[in-house]
């Protein structure tokens, strides 16, 4: 079975950074696109940023230029890295995979909290 973990959230200041990162088992790591979702308090989760088999990008206008999601197949794992951190980026961060390019998201990890002090 698919399984997604997510690692890296934490406590940063305003206009820091952190990386995260997300273990992919179960299934072969190249059959599937992977994306960022995020979920702050009282709001809907939203996409954050989704990478594509052949390594094509996508963010939401709120983290573009700031963001940078990347996979390494090798170690199937993908990473977000969040740099000039702002308190509304305080999310849980959830890491998740489509069965197939382009496909919606069918596979989801379980969070981890990050959290922008001002």
């Known amino acids: 079975q698919v399984q997604l973990v997510e690692s890296g959230g934490g406590l940063v200041q305003a206009g820091g950074s952190l990386r995260l990162s997300c273990v992919v088992s179960?299934?072969?790591?190249?059959?599937?696109?992977m994306g960022w979702y995020r979920q702050a308090p009282g709001k809907q989760r939203e996409v954050v940023a989704r990478?594509?088999?052949?390594?094509?990008?996508n963010y939401v206008d709120s983290v573009k230029d700031r963001f940078t999601i990347s996979r390494d197949n090798a170690k199937n794992t993908v990473y977000l890295q969040m740099n000039s951190l702002k308190p509304e980026d305080t999310a849980i961060y959830y890491c998740?995979?489509?069965?197939?390019?382009?496909?919606?998201?069918?596979?989801w990890g379980k969070g981890t909290l990050v959290t922008v002090s001002s």
């Open positions: 990478i594509t088999r052949g390594g094509i990008t």
């Open positions: 179960g299934s072969p790591f190249s059959l599937i696109d």
């Open positions: 998740a995979g489509a069965s197939r390019s382009s496909g919606p998201m069918n596979y």
